[in-house]
């Protein structure tokens, strides 16, 4: 790497860093992509089941369900981070890596607020059908995966595109347990060229090109799915 | 009367909710083939009493019988005895993600497991008997609420129920939607269809009731022939009830 006075200069604004660290930025790229994706994948999941305790189940089971919530929700992101990823091996004595902490983290992070959105769109299921799918003589199981989910997954459509938001802008603060995602990546080429403002900007510029895309397509799917009647006014 | 089979029937049967008792006991009884109309004031008990017959909740006291067996006290599938006994609701309940077509054959592949083509055959023929042949890929929002009523209906008499149990089905619409399921409900019972209806139609009990039950404070006061209650009621209460729904007020 050299060292490049003429970054001192803020009139010679270039990005020509990119034609020599573009394997780099793109790795970092895909971590931030993979890790969004973990996130959100094991978030569903936590998160539909979350759902369906807090809607249906007992007592009891609500709150548990809820002390979960309100901690993810409560606490900040980079401290569930460093909490996961050092004590849980304290506590356990399971060592993991940073990326398996991080993704973990993520999932049960992303799964307390996708609940959220979950519960709203199963409560926005109107109850009439769950009595005429009793009538039909269909089970509570069966009347779930026919009647409630197929519509709460539609409404909830547009809510969890912003948990898509949220969370893969988040990704960046997976820096503090040394994952080699695009803002980390980013700090390291801004530190070799001293091109903080280029670089940062460049970033930012993927992050943003990255986000609207991903928005467009859920737009499109939730257009695609759309079913009159059940549109939900954004 | 009094030759046919009993379908449904209860006896002693009792509601409360909290410390109000909404049904103070009721025995009932109705043959295959029979139509009967129940009519009352509202928060006389109609409505709970037909959900409670269509196994929806269980009574608070006394018992109820689906062909002569105990629903509650033997090992019967409860699910598979509702599949048994059609409900129609006041609010249409449509199933809001499917077609009217999709609507109707749910029931037939979840709860009796008919074959995807089998379904949608059987589903074409009861839209048909409501005369929706040609709106089955129309989803209830595209649908009137008359439509989407006998879209109910349909649902309903897809299952091939025993009896089938409708509470105010015309109650929430407008008086010529009223007259398209109150018609489509006249042709099922010429046809035998078991009926149980919760309404204030006259005109459709007149013609096809082969009793009317009046209810008043969650009990049974008086029942008889059509001709005979709505011309000449024993009770004073319903007396007072039928001239106040007949003078329109």
Redesign the interface.
């Known amino acids: 790497m050299r060292d490049t006075p003429a970054a001192l200069d803020p009139i010679s604004f270039t990005i020509e860093f990119v034609t020599e660290y573009y394997p780099f930025i793109i790795e970092g790229f895909l971590t931030t992509v993979e890790m969004t994706f973990l996130g959100l994948a094991g978030g569903f999941v936590l998160g539909i089941l979350a759902a369906l305790g807090d809607v249906y189940g007992s007592k009891w089971l609500r709150v548990i369900i809820n002390g979960y919530v309100e901690f993810f929700r409560g606490s900040p992101l980079i401290v569930q981070l460093l909490f996961f990823y050092f004590s849980i091996p304290d506590i356990t004595g399971l060592n993991w890596d940073a990326f398996t902490a991080g993704a973990v983290t993520l999932m049960l992070n992303s799964g307390a607020y996708q609940k959220g959105y979950f519960k709203g769109a199963i409560e926005a299921?109107?109850k009439?059908?769950l009595?005429?799918?009793?009538?039909?003589?269909?089970?509570f199981g069966?009347t779930l995966r026919?009647?409630v989910l197929?519509?709460a997954l539609?409404i909830v459509i547009p809510p969890w595109t912003n948990e898509y938001v949220s969370l893969g802008l988040s990704t960046s603060a997976l820096i503090v347990l040394g994952i080699r995602e695009l803002t980390n990546i980013s700090k390291t080429i801004a530190a070799q060229t001293f091109r903080p403002l280029e670089v940062y900007l460049f970033a930012s510029a993927i992050y943003f090109v990255w986000i609207t895309v991903s928005m467009k397509i859920f737009d499109w799917i939730y257009e695609k799915v759309k079913?009159?009647?059940?549109e939900v006014s954004m | 009367m009094g030759m046919g089979e009993v379908i449904l029937a209860s006896r002693g049967l009792k509601k409360r909710y909290g410390d109000l008792w909404v049904l103070k006991g009721i025995d009932f009884e109705i043959e295959r083939g029979q139509t009967k109309v129940i009519i009352g004031p509202s928060g006389s008990g109609k409505s709970t009493f037909l959900r409670i017959m269509?196994l929806?909740e269980p009574p608070t006291e006394g018992k109820i019988f689906f062909e002569g067996k105990d629903v509650y006290s033997s090992n019967l599938d409860l699910?598979?005895?509702?599949?048994?006994?059609?409900?129609v609701?006041q609010?249409p309940?449509?199933?809001?993600?499917l077609t009217a077509l999709g609507n109707v054959k749910?029931?037939l592949r979840?709860?009796l497991k008919m074959k995807e083509e089998e379904a949608r055959r059987r589903a074409l023929e009861v839209l048909k008997a409501v005369k929706l042949e040609d709106w089955a890929d129309h989803?209830?929002?595209?649908l009137s609420g008359g439509q989407q009523q006998r879209v109910?209906i349909a649902?309903?008499l897809a299952?091939n129920p025993d009896i089938i149990l409708f509470d105010e089905p015309t109650a929430s619409l407008d008086i010529e939607l009223t007259w398209e399921v109150i018609d489509v409900m006249k042709e099922l019972a010429r046809r035998g269809v078991t009926m149980l209806v919760v309404t204030h139609e006259l005109g459709f009990a007149k013609e096809v009731a082969d009793e009317i039950l009046f209810m008043d404070d969650g009990r049974i006061i008086e029942s008889g022939p059509p001709e005979e209650l709505l011309r000449n009621p024993k009770t004073q209460r319903a007396r007072e009830f039928l001239s106040r729904l007949i003078g329109g007020a």
């Not at chain 2, 309940?93 to 993600?97: N, V």
């Open positions: 299921v109107f009439d059908q009595v005429a799918a009793k009538s039909l003589g269909m089970t069966q026919h009647v197929p519509q539609r079913i009159p009647g059940l | 269509g929806l699910n598979m005895l509702r599949a048994k006994i059609g409900f609701f609010e309940s449509l199933f809001r993600h749910l029931g979840v709860v989803y209830p929002a595209q109910g649902r309903a299952m």
